[in-house]
């Protein structure tokens, strides 16, 4: 069964730093473009960034600057090193391939800029 896992949210203050750790069962990353998507409270769920099998990244515009996707296939993991937080980027960030697959859904991970 492919699961994706996400990890390493937390309370930064504005201006911090995080990074992400999206880690995958089973074979999903060798195979697929994947991406980082965000749901902040009363939002519809928004694209964050993406990145292919050789790591080409596309960002949206919100996070351009700010935010660098990475991925390691050899341990089926994905990162978001998120720099410059603002209150904005509040949300619960979630990772999943592109497009959408709805199985692949976990948890989330939580993330709040507030001072």
């Known amino acids: 069964q492919v699961q994706l896992v996400e990890s390493g949210g937390g309370l930064v203050q504005p201006g911090g730093s995080l990074r992400l750790s999206c880690a995958a069962s089973?074979?999903?990353?060798?195979?697929?473009?994947m991406a980082w998507y965000r749901q902040a409270p009363g939002k519809q769920r928004e694209l964050v960034a993406t990145?292919?099998?050789?790591?080409?990244?596309v960002y949206a515009d919100s996070v351009k600057g700010r935010f660098t996707v990475s991925r390691e296939n050899a341990k089926n993991t994905m990162y978001l090193q998120m720099n410059s937080l603002k209150p904005e980027d509040t949300a619960v960030y979630y990772c999943?391939?592109?497009?959408?697959?709805?199985?692949?859904w976990g948890q989330g991970t939580q993330v709040t800029v507030s001072s």
């Open positions: 089973g074979s999903i990353f060798s195979s697929n473009v």
């Open positions: 990145i292919t099998r050789y790591s080409g990244t």
């Open positions: 999943n391939t592109q497009p959408i697959q709805p199985m692949y």
